[in-house]
DNA sequence: TCAAAATATTACTAAGTAGTTGTATATGGA
DNA sequence: TCCATATACAACTACTTAGTAATATTTTGA
């Protein structure tokens, strides 16, 4: 619908996205980074440290998952600097690096929200429902 | 859905993000959505239709990506609903369906940045180059 | 030093997908 | 109607990766 991009008061620079005329050498950090937040299990522990920082067993637990995939899921979030790691004895504790995430997600839920809200009325309108 | 009914005033509620206590089902539906993103053949299309609207023709020669690829792509951006289409004559005419996944992708490439920018600091502080 | 607990790693299988080649389906013009 | 152009689709291969079972590593306490 509409084509251009303009919203002036958001904090982002509307008119310089950054995004376009982008080598993709530098589309693939993008695209990586959006790779690792693209999995199911790995947005449930993001969702599990929204509370606040938990220990790998306190993941586990709030998952529902196994301990190795919750190990090597760990393993790649941190290494997208997504959350941190702190060992404290034989527990180690993960938390959120950037809640900027949190964000990233509501944005997301925010246009799916909008986008079904609009497919169910364009629905209601075709079937006479209104 | 989400936790998005509970403030209607600012876009991006920072209390309630919505993402904590999401069940899978819904998070799949965010994690489909990064995926769609996560590829660097399809951020380049999205890069290319920056500009504006594109026929698939010039999406080919922007992209420099094979013309089966290019269908596939678009394809899977216009049922993710980030592009839409639109048939003129021979041609058919894509464009960003809402231009929200350009901040998304800003705000990816401010946080890679700001990664970066630390991970360097951090580098120089060990090595003493200040 | 030994044992137990917590986490990480390895090896493997199954499933998904990007890219390609070949083909099919329009659409407009001669 | 026939042909050239533009786009979509199908089948296939190669590659990646999520999940799991088994094992390794690390830490603490007795």
Redesign the interface.
Known sequence: ???????PT?P???DD??????P?SV?????????V????SR??I??AL??GPHNVSEIIEETGLGQANVSKHLKILTQA?IVTRQQQGTSVIYQIA?P?V????????????A?MQQQNQQLAALQGLR
């Open positions: 619908m509409s084509a251009a991009s303009s919203s958001s982002t620079a509307p996205c950054g995004v376009a005329h982008l993709p589309l693939a950090l993008v695209a990586d980074f959006f790779k937040l693209s999995e199911v947005l449930q993001v969702c929204k509370s600097g950037n900027f949190f964000e990233l997600c509501q944005s997301v839920c925010d246009a799916l929200a986008q």
